[in-house]
């Protein structure tokens, strides 16, 4: 064989071993990228919400499953339910009144066990912290953002406050389009899929669409930044935190966070835990903080934290620190919210609590907020 040959034939070879050895060492990060490609495929979307911890990054939380919650004589759904469950595609619900489980049902082939994905439901549960630490002096709501997380000198959220940042007022144009692969929120997903860091993709926006403080507009990313100051005000992790001062003495587990590729936890929608769990924490809500006869969280926190206190727009949903609050409320009736069909429903005057995991394509057609709450307001007042 010709010299050249032989040369081509080695060259050939080595760029295959290198290619090789490159796809082993990416494994990982396309294994992750391919599931946020595929991770609402109608086929798959059921499967993957609770199976969350095996397609991404995510740190275990050192939980200690409470007691059962008490059970009461079962109440019937009201009439409709069982098509309203197929229609917005429930997969686990949950109804609590005066403290106990009045019904628990699972769909669409998943169970009591599974830990389900949060999504922004996760955003209240980081409410729920924050409340803790401002109790404590830790934080307070008029410290500016960057005081506890420097890295943001600069960007968008420099000469914002953790007031204007918790209720979604930061001013930061960030683009919440869920169906627009070239969004910021889907930009982001690839972010944790290929192992980047999110501080850094936050501290990269630097362009605002309104004042700090004035017009709301959710944006995901704000969550996020609730969560850089945290870390930066204690020092410690927010798996840690969680774990310490809510969830073990909630009595919830097991659960976990998914983590971008430095370990930082995905504050914004990456909690997974069982649905029964989700309605603990509406359960301790709906007790003003109290859970097991213990003050978890104070009683002051979640009257301000639950009100509609953000700059929505006239007659629109109101909003508060990291809550939904109907724009025709009842005093007490907030609730926590996630893409896909992910609802924590509290009502304090009824004591009532409904958790719901959901795998809803149509989560944002027109009407499916109305239809929700209006299915919520019924089994609240056992309206059959």
Request: net charge negative.
């Amino acid at each position: 064989m010709r010299t050249w040959a032989k040369r081509l034939i080695l060259g050939l070879l080595a760029i295959t071993v290198i290619c090789a050895a490159a796809a082993l060492w990416k494994r990982e990060e396309i294994s992750r990228l391919l599931a946020v490609r595929s991770l609402f495929a109608p086929d798959r979307i059921v499967r993957n919400f609770s199976n969350m911890d095996a397609a991404f990054l995510h740190v275990p939380l050192t939980t200690e499953p409470g007691p059962p919650l008490p059970r009461a004589e079962p109440i019937d759904l009201p009439t409709g339910a069982d098509q309203w469950i197929a229609d917005r595609a429930i997969t686990g619900l949950v109804v609590l009144r005066d403290g106990a489980m009045t019904h628990e049902s699972y769909h669409l082939g998943t169970g009591a066990e599974d830990q389900r994905i949060s999504w922004s439901v996760a955003k209240s549960f980081l409410s729920l912290l924050i409340g803790q630490l401002v109790a404590d002096g830790t934080l307070e709501l008029a410290d500016p953002v960057v005081l506890h997380a420097p890295e943001l000198l600069n960007s968008a959220y420099d000469g914002t406050s953790l007031l204007d940042v918790i209720q979604m007022e930061s001013g930061v144009a960030f683009d919440e389009n869920y169906f627009d692969k070239d969004s910021d929120i889907n930009r982001m997903g690839r972010i944790i899929a290929l192992g980047g860091a999110l501080d850094d993709f936050t501290a990269s926006f630097t362009l605002r669409d309104r004042d700090p403080g004035g017009a709301w507009k959710y944006v995901s990313i704000d969550t996020h930044v609730l969560g850089m100051v945290v870390r930066g005000a204690t020092g410690r992790s927010i798996p840690d935190l969680m774990t310490e001062r809510l969830l073990l003495p909630m009595g919830i587990g097991p659960a976990s966070y998914l983590t971008d590729g430095v370990g930082t936890a995905f504050v914004l929608g990456g909690l997974t835990m069982r649905t029964v769990d989700y309605a603990r924490m509406g359960l301790l809500v709906q007790q003003g903080g109290i859970l097991s006869a213990r003050q978890i969280v104070p009683d002051t926190w979640i009257e301000e934290s639950t009100r509609a206190s953000a700059h929505t727009a006239p007659g629109a949903v109101g909003y508060g620190y990291q809550w939904w609050i109907p724009a025709d409320a009842a005093p007490g009736e907030v609730i926590a919210r996630g893409v896909y069909g992910q609802y924590v429903y509290i009502d304090r005057a009824s004591e009532v609590v409904i958790a719901i995991n959901g795998a809803d394509l149509q989560f944002n057609a027109p009407g499916v907020w109305d239809d929700m709450l209006g299915m919520f307001r019924r089994i609240a007042a056992k309206d059959t």
